[in-house]
């Protein structure tokens, strides 16, 4: 299995045009891996977003996964939850969208997948990932740090 994940994890290609939305990306990647430690060390969180979760399966089996009221209580649960957690992933984008309870909703369960699946691929062995996103050469310091690292408060991965 570990064969596959090899593909996943080689560098994407940095291009002047792809540059700024691949650092933006990374840094939402590094982001939602720091908050997955802290959610997995939050013992009671753990166990509100296990019960969320059971409780909004059966409306998710009925009315479909992508049902507006199933990403409502997603986003809700990810809202009463994991969003207290440090760091807070903050999303940016266009006021007019953003005023939407179902574009807040969508975006809310999203981060809850994203985390999930952060604590997911750590727990099928996955150590921190950083050693997959390669920092941009402009942004790597002689000592092997990336300054984007620093800025979320991950440590550089080590050889």
């Not at 994890?9 to 997955?36: I, M």
């Not at 750590?122 to 620093?150: N, V």
Request: proline letters at 7%; hydrophobic letters at 40%.
């Amino acid at each position: 299995m570990r064969a596959h994940w090899n593909r996943g994890c080689a560098p994407l290609p940095l291009t002047q045009a792809t540059a700024p939305t691949t650092r933006c990306c990374r840094g939402w990647a590094l982001a939602t891996l720091q908050l997955e430690r802290r959610f997995s060390g939050e013992p009671n969180t753990l166990a509100a977003v296990g019960n969320g979760i059971a409780s909004i399966a059966p409306t998710a089996e009925s009315m479909g996964a992508v049902h507006p009221d199933v990403l409502a209580s997603l986003g809700g649960l990810y809202a009463d939850t994991i969003s207290h957690l440090r760091p807070r992933i903050m999303v940016q984008g266009n006021p007019h969208y953003l005023g939407y309870t179902g574009v807040v909703s969508e975006i809310r369960a999203l981060l809850l997948a994203a985390v999930r699946s952060a604590m997911l691929w750590r727990q099928l062995g996955a150590a921190s990932g950083i050693s997959c996103w390669p920092a941009a050469p402009w942004s790597k310091r002689s000592d092997g740090s990336c300054a984007e690292h620093e800025r979320i408060g991950l440590a550089p991965v080590r050889s």
